[in-house]
C-alpha cells in the first residue's frame, strides 16, 4: 500500500510563508494523483489543491488561489504544497491523499492518506 508522509507544517505570523512536503515510501508517485486537504478544528476537511500524475494539471480551491502553488519532483517522489501570504482561517491539519492518475473532486476517490501536519496562522 502506497504510504504518504506529510511534512514542512508549523507555526507561522499572518501574511507568512510554508512549503509542504508529500513524499511516498515504498511505491514511485509517477501514476498517482495527488491532493492536499485540510481540516481545521471543528470543521469538514476540504480540498485545497490537486496535481494530475503527469504534473500537467493542477485545481485549487477558490480560498487559496493566488497564494498556493501545487507542484511536484516525481525524481524525489515529492509533491508539494507552497503556501503563501498565509491568513490565520488558513490553520488546519493538511493531509496529502493519492489515486491513480487523475484528480477528483471527491475525497473517497482517494485510497492513500498521509498522517497530516500541522498548520498554524497567528500572531
Known amino acids: 500500500q502506497l504510504q504518504l508522509v506529510e511534512s514542512g507544517g508549523g507555526l507561522v505570523q499572518p501574511g507568512g510563508s510554508l512549503r509542504l512536503s508529500c513524499a511516498a515510501s515504498?511505491?514511485?508517485?509517477?501514476?498517482?494523483?495527488i491532493g492536499w486537504f485540510r481540516q481545521a478544528p471543528g470543521k469538514e476537511r476540504e480540498g485545497v489543491s490537486c496535481?494530475?500524475?503527469?504534473?500537467?494539471?493542477?485545481n485549487y480551491a477558490d480560498s487559496v488561489k493566488g497564494r498556493f502553488t501545487i507542484s511536484r519532483d516525481n525524481a524525489k517522489n515529492t509533491v508539494y504544497l507552497q503556501m503563501n501570504l498565509l491568513k490565520p482561517e488558513d490553520t488546519a491539519v493538511y493531509y496529502c491523499a493519492a489515486r491513480d492518475y487523475y484528480c477528483s473532486p471527491r475525497m473517497t476517490d482517494f485510497g492513500s492518506w498521509g498522517q497530516g501536519t500541522q498548520v498554524t496562522v497567528s500572531s
Open positions: 515504498r511505491f514511485t508517485l509517477d501514476d498517482y494523483a
Open positions: 496535481i494530475r500524475s503527469s504534473g500537467t494539471s493542477t
